[in-house]
């Protein structure tokens, strides 16, 4: 198990200011956060890790409260502390899981589309996560995402009118073929990567749900209207139960907020770090 992630070359580093930590989601690469990056940098130093299992990153995929643990590791082995988190997906999860055991090393946090409650978790969630059909399943799931899904995200643009902008935003793009093929080692190794963290998931979800009451740094949670892979109602959930927590609805909008509205995420950047009172806000 690779517990050492600040010396390795599966993390990019870029800009200078406050630091902030951002965490992919399953599957998933440091480069899912390139425009997310882009804006961040002119004003932060923006550190980006693939997660063990995926991209560059050596070492068997782990546990989300390992992946917290690890990168708890490596914002002090950088001397990026104390730091906002940013955790996309699952990635929200192993980010809240962060700012609860460590709230010595965050400032502030922002869940973006983020994993919450058990009953976030629907019947394919468990599916992929069954240890029967759970490796077939996840298996045809991958080649879906990386190779036939966004292969259909440049004609539904040349679909009219509001269903077309509903296919975009919810449909993924050929960055996701990325996860998918040699440059992440053998398809194998993805497959058992995520089967590992489907399973894990399914596993420590609770542990999700409880720590979300220990978080005591300012928070924003952000979440697609259009989301059909976390439901909206997650963010709700854990804007209700996050202490001065921030619910942030983006209109038209799906999952993959850090590719289609890195602006936002910028914003509730600027919101985590300008400690402003909870509310809810909707960007359109």
């Not at 502030?108 to 077939?136: T, W």
């Not at 220990?214 to 909206?232: E, F, K, N």
């Not at 910028?266 to 909870?278: F, H, K």
Request: proline residues 7%; charged residues 20%.
């Amino acid at each position: 198990m690779v517990t050492d992630l600040g010396t390795r070359t599966d993390v990019t580093e870029s800009g200078s200011g406050p630091p902030v930590l951002l965490v992919h989601g399953q599957p998933g690469l440091a480069e899912d956060w390139n425009a997310v990056v882009e804006l961040a940098r002119r004003d932060h130093r923006v550190i980006v890790p693939d997660r063990p299992g995926y991209g560059a990153a050596s070492g068997e995929p782990t546990s989300m409260a390992e992946n917290a643990r690890m990168l708890a590791e490596l914002m002090i082995e950088r001397d990026a502390v104390p730091a906002t988190v940013v955790g996309h997906s699952y990635g929200g999860g192993i980010a809240l899981l962060l700012a609860a055991q460590r709230p010595d090393l965050v400032t502030g946090l922002v869940l973006v589309g983020s994993v919450g409650p058990a009953s976030g978790l629907g019947a394919i969630d468990h599916l992929l996560a069954n240890r029967v059909v759970g490796e077939a399943m996840s298996a045809a799931g991958l080649i879906i995402l990386g190779r036939i899904l966004p292969r259909l995200r440049p004609a539904a643009r040349m679909v009219p009118g509001l269903p077309g902008e509903w296919l975009s935003a919810v449909l993924p793009d050929g960055r996701y073929a990325a996860v998918t093929d040699g440059r992440t080692g053998s398809e194998m190794s993805l497959l058992r990567a995520f089967v590992r963290e489907q399973r894990a998931m399914l596993e420590e979800i609770s542990t999700v749900e409880e720590q979300a009451a220990r978080i005591s740094v300012p928070t924003v949670v952000v979440a697609g209207s259009w989301d059909v892979v976390v439901p909206p109602s997650t963010a709700s959930w854990l804007a209700s139960n996050i202490d001065r927590a921030e619910l942030v609805i983006v209109d038209h909008a799906g999952h993959f907020i850090p590719r289609d509205r890195p602006d936002v995420v910028v914003e509730a950047l600027s919101r985590v770090e300008d400690t402003g009172p909870p509310g809810e806000a909707a960007y359109r």
